[in-house]
């Protein structure tokens, strides 16, 4: 059974950082690229960034490009999500993603496994 748990999440002001983690399991996880998305109330779920299976190459959603930066660790089944300069706007549910290839793009059906997500609340 595969399985994906966030943590990380809670209240921070604005110009602070937050980092997530996402624990895979159930899967080899070495094959799959990884992603993060988020969803904000009464919004649907967006793209926030992605990692390669070897962790090679990133892309980013352009309004968080140069503050967060993916990160994924083979050894202990894990992606981060570092979060820096945090915007009210950020406030969302963050989710990860389990990819169907090695890398995989923006769009969520190029996605098969999710997480139940972490709460990200930035105060003005």
């Known amino acids: 059974q595969v399985k994906l748990v966030e943590s990380g999440g809670g209240l921070v002001q604005a110009g602070g950082s937050l980092t997530l983690s996402c624990v895979v399991s159930g899967l080899s996880f070495g094959n799959n690229a990884m992603a993060w998305f988020r969803q904000a109330p009464g919004k649907e779920r967006e793209f926030v960034g992605a990692?390669?299976?070897?962790?090679?190459?990133?892309d980013y959603e352009d309004s968080v490009k140069a503050r967060f930066i993916i990160s994924r660790d083979s050894a202990k089944k894990t992606v981060y999500l570092l979060m820096n300069a945090l915007k009210p706007e950020d406030t969302a549910v963050y989710y990860c993603?389990?990819?169907?290839?090695?890398?995989?793009?923006?769009?969520?059906?190029?996605?098969?496994?999710w997480g139940r997500g972490t709460q990200v609340t930035v105060s003005s």
């Open positions: 990692i390669a299976w070897n962790g090679g190459r990133t």
């Open positions: 993603a389990v990819g169907l290839g090695y890398y995989s793009d923006h769009r969520t059906y190029n996605y098969n496994y």
